[in-house]
């Protein structure tokens, strides 16, 4: 039986000098897999507040084994807990709200700390508040807080997300680092009429306006592009204040960065890729070192976080197909969870 010493201040395990260097015989005995001791820090960490869902791969059940297969610990807020996704045609749904208090007043009197925040899905207004003071209570200067605004797809907002949540969320936009939405979610948080056909012009101008609302850096997912999905990401260096009419002529100013990457579409869309996508996101941008003089990170590692997000997704859609499994069961990660790195 192996004996540990605790540190209480730090609530951390820490080996005895006996087991110390038990240890450290182990590395040298493991050649083969040398590389686990080649990076002896610990792993980021990453609060992830979002809701649970039994059947249909999406929210947490995705995240958290994505999260952890790529280094970083996982570190869950269960803002609700669900059956089974709402694309089904029934769905049972226990709103986590009331215990939620005791639960973070837990994790501030332990003082945990967090290299980063995800916040996705809303059930209902108070949890935005909840949300906000979270951010107080554990939102540091190098802390990222990305929002994926979990609110609709092609043209409509989800049947759980009415006008409340949307302001809700809306008011969030503006305490973020990164927001994430898709382009249904883009024109709802703007107040844009949605279309199908945007042109990357329209497309350029509605991340602005997002920026404008408060963001570092913004993604806009999910793009339809014929044979392809795009992804269109945006870093404003200089914070904008101005507000950004959607008659302003087509101009990105020196102080943004702008890329539009596509991803060749290989299959239909499936619920919980927007949950896979945004996981692996936030891992990698936690991860990623951040420019001098800038709490967020590099458009060029916004840019391969993405990259690294579409084409796992892309993987996925192409085994969730061989496999025939049913869209509403949304995208079969696990064969090929090894392959992320």
Same mark, same amino acid.
């Given at each position: 039986?192996?004996?540990?010493?605790?540190? $209480?201040?730090? *609530? +951390?395990?820490?080996?005895?000098?006996?087991?110390?260097?038990?240890?450290?015989?182990?590395?040298?005995? =493991?050649?083969?897999?040398? $590389?686990?001791?080649?990076?002896?820090?610990?792993?980021?960490?990453?609060?992830?507040?979002?809701?649970?869902?039994?059947?249909?791969?999406?929210?947490?059940? &995705?995240?958290?084994?994505?999260?952890?297969?790529?280094?970083?610990?996982?570190?869950?807020?269960?803002?609700?807990?669900?059956?089974?996704?709402?694309?089904?045609?029934?769905?049972?749904?226990?709103?986590?709200?009331? !215990?939620?208090?005791? *639960?973070?007043?837990?994790?501030? !009197?332990?003082?945990?700390?967090?290299?980063?925040?995800?916040?996705?899905?809303?059930?209902?207004?108070?949890?935005?508040?909840?949300?906000?003071?979270?951010?107080?209570?554990?939102?540091?200067?190098?802390?990222?807080?990305?929002?994926?605004?979990? =609110?609709? #797809?092609?043209?409509?907002?989800?049947?759980?997300?009415?006008? #409340?949540?949307?302001?809700?969320?809306?008011?969030? &936009?503006?305490?973020?680092?990164?927001?994430?939405? +898709?382009?249904?979610?883009?024109?709802?948080?703007?107040?844009?009429?949605?279309?199908?056909?945007?042109?990357?012009? !329209?497309?350029?101008?509605?991340?602005?306006?997002?920026? $404008? =609302?408060?963001?570092?850096?913004?993604?806009?997912?999910?793009?339809?592009?014929?044979?392809?999905?795009?992804?269109?990401? =945006?870093?404003?260096?200089?914070?904008?204040?101005?507000?950004?009419?959607?008659?302003?002529?087509?101009?990105?100013?020196?102080?943004?960065?702008?890329? %539009? %990457?596509?991803?060749?579409?290989?299959?239909?869309?499936?619920?919980?890729?927007?949950? %896979?996508?945004?996981?692996?996101?936030?891992?990698?941008?936690?991860?990623?070192?951040?420019?001098?003089?800038?709490?967020?990170?590099?458009?060029?590692?916004?840019?391969?976080?993405?990259?690294?997000?579409?084409?796992? &997704?892309?993987?996925?859609?192409? &085994?969730?197909?061989?496999?025939?499994?049913?869209?509403?069961?949304?995208?079969?990660?696990?064969?090929?969870?090894?392959?992320?790195?």
């Amino acid at each position: 039986m192996v004996k540990l010493c605790y540190d $209480s201040n730090k *609530y +951390n395990t820490i080996p005895a000098s006996m087991e110390e260097r038990h240890f450290l015989n182990m590395k040298n005995q =493991m050649t083969p897999t040398a $590389s686990v001791f080649a990076d002896t820090r610990p792993p980021k960490k990453l609060a992830l507040l979002n809701d649970l869902t039994g059947y249909g791969r999406c929210s947490l059940t &995705v995240a958290l084994p994505v999260i952890s297969q790529l280094g970083v610990q996982c570190c869950p807020v269960p803002t609700a807990v669900f059956s089974n996704h709402t694309g089904y045609p029934t769905w049972h749904m226990t709103d986590c709200t009331p !215990e939620l208090t005791d *639960y973070l007043a837990a994790w501030k !009197e332990l003082d945990f700390s967090f290299d980063g925040i995800l916040t996705s899905f809303l059930g209902n207004q108070a949890q935005a508040e909840l949300i906000r003071q979270f951010l107080a209570d554990f939102k540091r200067e190098n802390t990222l807080y990305i929002l994926d605004p979990a =609110m609709g #797809d092609n043209g409509r907002a989800y049947a759980t997300c009415g006008g #409340d949540i949307q302001e809700s969320m809306r008011s969030l &936009v503006s305490l973020a680092d990164v927001v994430t939405p +898709n382009v249904t979610e883009a024109c709802i948080l703007t107040g844009t009429p949605w279309r199908p056909d945007f042109s990357q012009k !329209e497309l350029v101008t509605l991340a602005q306006k997002l920026l $404008s =609302m408060g963001p570092k850096q913004v993604v806009i997912t999910g793009i339809p592009r014929k044979s392809f999905i795009g992804n269109l990401c =945006m870093t404003d260096k200089k914070h904008l204040t101005e507000s950004i009419s959607s008659s302003e002529e087509y101009h990105i100013p020196e102080e943004k960065q702008v890329s %539009l %990457l596509r991803t060749r579409r290989v299959s239909k869309s499936r619920h919980g890729t927007g949950d %896979l996508f945004s996981a692996i996101l936030a891992a990698e941008l936690v991860k990623a070192p951040s420019p001098a003089n800038a709490p967020f990170p590099s458009q060029e590692a916004l840019t391969a976080a993405v990259k690294k997000a579409s084409g796992f &997704v892309r993987k996925c859609l192409l &085994v969730s197909d061989a496999c025939f499994l049913p869209e509403p069961e949304g995208v079969c990660f696990e064969k090929i969870l090894y392959q992320l790195r």
